[in-house]
């Protein structure tokens, strides 16, 4: 399949390496915004409700 795009097997590994990595920070980053997003509200609720 690599062939056919002109692609050899060891660029394919390389290029499939780096999109894990990336992948892998991306998420890695949104996950922690969602959090302090929602850290950050429960603190304000905290607060209000005093």
Do not use: C, P, Q
């Not at 920070?25 to 950050?40: D, H, L, M, S, T």
Request: without cysteine; proline residues 0%; charged residues 30%.
């Amino acid at each position: 399949m690599w062939e056919e795009l002109g692609i050899s097997g060891g660029t394919a590994i390389i290029i499939l390496t780096a999109l894990y990595f990336i992948i892998k920070w991306a998420v890695k980053n949104g996950v922690k915004e969602a959090y302090e997003k929602i850290a950050r509200e429960k603190t304000t609720n905290h607060l209000d409700k005093e």
